[in-house]
């Protein structure tokens, strides 16, 4: 059962029919776990913390430089060269003190991600590559781990949902079958605004947070946002029978 101080704190989620308290209990006992503590992690982190998640699990070996301070909300001045992790969950324990943060400072590899992934129920991928979105996917899928995938470079950004959980659900690489190369075009050649960012973290906040609460994601959707036009459009796909990793 919800705390007195938890009903009143969530109450506003709570009189959602589609959550009411049993979602909200189920938010408070889940773990999330958010791979990257960029753009996209920031927010993302924030948002369901605030929401009452019971557990977040912080992954990123990064520290803060001052390029991040427009968008990776979380930091200030006083931070920089500091633990991206640490900073986190630090202005995370103030922004909410009952839920638990863990923070794990390295870069995800295969021992890390093989470790950690089984141990929750929903992962969000907020890196900013394809070696480590691929990485991702394999061990979700291999450890029937729900799967928020978003990024977003320029006015541009994209969010994609996998669970193998259910039949027929694609997967990352069904989308995109293993690249040997990273692009050229990143964050770092094409520039990215902040608020771009706080749109695609919040829609993968808001997929989390119906997954948790016992509401279907959208799985085999892609969802692209065009930032210039305001315009989102939605691609289906399909699982591919002989994708290596889902198939
Ligand atoms: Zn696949």
Known sequence: MLTVKETLRYSRQIMLPKIGEAGQLRLTHSKVLIIG?????????????????????????????VSNLPRQILFNDDDI????????????????????VEEIDEMLDQSLADYYIPQVDVVIDCSDNFATRQLINRHCIEHQVPLIIASATGFDGQLLMVDSNIKNSACYHCLYPE???????????????????AIIAGMACLQAIKQLSGLPMQLNQ??????????????????????????
């Open 37 to 65: 503590l960029g753009g996209l992690g920031n927010p993302t982190a924030l948002y369901l913390a605030a929401a009452g998640v019971g557990s977040l699990l912080l992954i990123d070996g990064d520290t803060i430089e």
């Open 81 to 100: 060269g500091l633990s991206k992790v640490a900073v986190a969950a630090q202005k995370i324990a103030r922004n909410n003190p009952d839920i638990v």
């Open 179 to 197: 690249q040997d190369k990273e692009p050229e075009q990143n964050c770092q050649t094409l520039g990215i605004l902040g608020p771009v960012l």
């Open 222 to 247: 892609l969802s692209l946002f065009d930032g210039l036009s305001n315009q989102w459009q939605q691609f289906s796909f399909k699982k591919q029978p002989q994708c290596p990793v889902c198939g």
